[in-house]
């Protein structure tokens, strides 16, 4: 890694931490203000309510620290403006930031008001659907034994990324169940797809490499803003992220896979991101299979995720999220050396 984009993650990973801890609390009396809370029920686990509108926090300090960047390093402003005659990077930034803003939009409304779980689907696949249209998209995939598999039609890279973007936004919501939990889970997939980010970027292509750049600063914002906003997520939470943050977060980390590890020529480019954010996935999975199989509604909330079979067992909410922060770091781990092993020439 150069000098100089070290100097770029470094920055915008300070800035972010720092701007979340200053902005959350503002949040915090905003959400109160306009009694935007989370109120007990039987399925839930606080005793008194809760301020939501916590992704308020996240998504400013993430935001501005990527713009405090663009100003303050004249690399990144030159990395930005990258371009070929098929491609651009400042389009492709922006798009970005457009589905992020539209997502969070989208949340704020549902943790005022509640939204149908078919209005919030139908948003997701809108915000991506703007962002295939600057040019983030799946075109094709490299898997074992085939190489890389191109997608020659347009409807099967849509279907492709849209599948992606819902699988890593409703893995992040669903994880979304004790304090702390799915933040800190994120902060951890972040570091990993940082570090995977700066593995590869030396074995690839110049288009390859600018998007594992780009892909690095944007986990380290994500990474700073989430440990920021732990400091008054973390038990006992002065406030919940809602859906407004649970989906931005995930919405992000597809950002960052779709631009980074998938367009690279590793042969494990499909199962790094898959193995680094193993313990929400492994949850979605066994939980949409359990309503398939019960024929309960897909979106309909209960108390059978596996942090939640952990607390029936006697667990602290402490403890169960300590437990997902190893687990998700040994996981990260394997897909850091899966990346040594595998995706980096000796």
Same mark, same amino acid.
């Given at each position: 890694m150069t000098w100089k984009m070290g100097s770029i993650i470094y920055a915008v990973f300070f800035l972010s931490l720092a701007l979340s801890l200053l902005v959350t609390p503002y949040v915090i009396r905003l959400a109160t203000k306009l009694k935007v809370m989370d109120q007990p029920a039987q399925r839930k686990i606080h005793k008194k309510p809760i301020p939501r509108w916590?992704?308020?926090?996240?998504?400013?300090?993430?935001?501005?620290?990527? @713009?405090?960047?663009?100003?303050?390093?004249?690399?990144? $402003?030159? @990395?930005?403006?990258?371009? =070929? !005659?098929?491609? !651009? +990077?400042?389009?492709?930034?922006?798009?970005? *930031?457009?589905?992020?803003?539209?997502?969070?939009?989208?949340?704020t409304i549902d943790d005022k008001y509640g939204l149908p779980s078919s209005a919030k689907l139908f948003g997701q696949i809108l915000v991506v659907l703007v962002l295939i249209n600057y040019g983030i998209k799946i075109s094709g995939l490299v898997v074992p034994f085939f190489n890389f598999l191109a997608f020659n039609s347009i409807l099967v890279t849509q279907l492709a990324t849209v599948s992606w973007f819902l699988l890593f936004i409703n893995s992040v919501n669903f994880s979304d169940g004790l304090d702390g939990l799915a933040c800190g889970i994120v902060a951890i997939s972040s570091f990993t797809f940082l570090a995977i980010a700066v593995l590869m970027w030396g074995a690839q292509k110049t288009l390859v490499v600018q998007n594992l750049k780009l892909a690095a600063i944007l986990a380290a914002a994500l990474a700073g803003s989430c440990i920021g906003f732990l400091r008054y997520n973390f038990f006992p939470a002065?406030?919940? +992220?809602?859906? =407004?943050? !649970?989906?931005? *977060?995930?919405? +992000? @980390?597809?950002v960052i896979t779709t631009v980074g590890t998938l367009k690279t020529t590793a042969v494990i480019a499909l199962f790094i991101p898959l193995l680094a954010l193993g313990l929400p996935l492994t949850d979605i999975t066994i939980t949409v299979w359990r309503r398939w199989h019960n024929k309960v509604p897909l979106f309909t909330s209960d108390r059978q995720h596996l942090h939640h $079979?952990? *607390?029936?067992?006697?667990? =602290?909410? $402490?403890?169960?999220?300590? *437990? !997902?922060?190893?687990?998700?770091?040994? @996981?990260?781990?394997?897909?850091?050396?899966?990346t040594i092993y595998k995706g980096v020439p000796h």
């Open positions: 916590g992704g308020l926090g996240i998504f400013v300090a993430f935001n501005v620290a990527i @713009l405090l960047c663009w100003f303050i390093f004249p690399y990144f $402003r030159h @990395l930005v403006h990258f371009s =070929t !005659s098929k491609f !651009s +990077m400042s389009a492709q930034l922006i798009g970005i *930031l457009v589905g992020g803003a539209i997502l969070i939009i989208i949340g002065k406030i919940f +992220m809602g859906d =407004t943050g !649970s989906m931005f *977060l995930g919405y +992000m @980390l597809a $079979r952990l *607390l029936g067992k006697g667990w =602290t909410q $402490r403890e169960v999220v300590l *437990l !997902s922060y190893v687990l998700s770091g040994i @996981l990260g781990i394997f897909a850091i050396l899966l």
